[in-house]
């Protein structure tokens, strides 16, 4: 569910975003938010273009 959340969030962004913004637009711990993005990276869904800042792979 969190996975989910965390990608509807970053779909939303025009740009890039940091796990604490991530976790403060979707009402998340940010903690949830690290592990869910840690799912995500693992399974090469997201990619970071900047220092501490992901979006969604194209």
Known sequence: MSVEKVL?????SDKPLTAG?????AGLDKKVVEK???ELKKADKIV????C??????
């Open 8 to 12: 509807a969030v970053m779909s939303a």
């Open 21 to 25: 913004k991530i976790a403060e637009l």
């Open 36 to 38: 869910a993005m840690n």
């Open 48 to 51: 970071s273009p900047i220092r």
């Open 53 to 58: 800042a992901w979006e969604i792979k194209k």
